[in-house]
């Protein structure tokens, strides 16, 4: 059974950081895209960030680039965000997905695999 389980989130104060992991399970996701959304209340789902198998390209939503900073160990299969310089409007639940085919990223029903959600709360 696929699982993606993430961690790290919390509250923290504008300005501070925050690091997020996901850790990916049931079979091998080396060759996946994996990555971050997020969905604040009130608001529609939001693509956050993500990282291609290889390592070599990696993409970001204007609102968080410079600020955040996406990883990967494909021998752990995890994924983290680091998350710098945080503000009250990144304040959203950030769910983990993955999915070996870019393509369904960018679709409205986006990647096939999604974790629970961890809540990040940015305090003004």
């Known amino acids: 059974q696929v699982q993606l389980v993430e961690s790290g989130g919390g509250l923290v104060q504008a300005g501070g950081s925050l690091r997020l992991s996901c850790a990916a399970s049931?079979?091998?996701?080396?060759?996946?895209?994996m990555g971050w959304f997020r969905q604040a209340p009130g608001k529609e789902r939001e693509f956050v960030a993500a990282?291609?198998?290889?390592?070599?390209?990696?993409y970001y939503a204007d609102s968080v680039k410079g600020r955040f900073t996406i990883s990967r160990e494909n021998a752990k299969n995890t994924v983290s965000l680091q998350m710098n310089d945080l503000k009250p409007d990144d304040t959203a639940v950030y769910y983990c997905?993955?999915?070996?085919?870019?393509?369904?990223?960018?679709?409205?029903?986006?990647?096939?695999?999604w974790g629970q959600g961890t809540q990040v709360t940015v305090s003004s």
């Open positions: 997905a993955a999915d070996p085919n870019w393509d369904r990223w960018r679709t409205t029903v986006g990647p096939t695999y």
């Open positions: 049931g079979r091998t996701f080396s060759s996946d895209v």
């Open positions: 990282l291609q198998w290889s390592g070599l390209r990696r």
